[in-house]
């Protein structure tokens, strides 16, 4: 599987709500920055993906700019995507035009996210 088939399969288990943490190496050197979270080590990033799914629904994930360099054993990306969701503790939907950028590794043939970022530029800072 290549690196951008591994990226496209992540949006959507996203989009299904199926566990994410697979797609993380297991490591406490392992990063995730969400849009109001910084999650460091395979631990912390799989109960925080896990109460994510719990309390979401109804994703929309498109990618709209996805750049792979894909080497032997590692490589990086960047992406533009657009998500919505409902978050289902307050019955609201969200949406943001966001930018993902991230590090895989190869590790016993599976490609896994090492570091990934998602941010958003705020509605109000120009």
Known sequence: ??????????????????????????????VK????????????????????TRTTTDWTVESSNLR????TDHA?????????WTHIPTDRGLAFDTRWSGTLERR???WLFVGMHVSTVPEDAF
């Not at 088939?5 to 406490?28: D, H, K, N, Q, T």
């Not at 109001?36 to 109460?51: K, M, S």
């Not at 990086?76 to 919505?84: R, Y």
């Open 108 to 110: 016993d043939g599976a």
């Open 33 to 52: 920055f969400g849009i109001t979270e910084r999650l460091t080590g395979f631990e912390e990033i799989e109960a925080g993906l896990r109460d994510q």
């Open 1 to 30: 599987m290549t690196v951008e088939a591994r990226i496209r399969e992540y949006y959507e288990a996203l989009r299904a709500g199926e566990p994410l943490s697979p797609f993380f190496a297991a490591g406490e050197d392992v």
């Open 68 to 71: 792979v360099v894909e080497r």
């Open 76 to 84: 990086w990306f960047s992406d533009d995507v657009a998500m919505a």
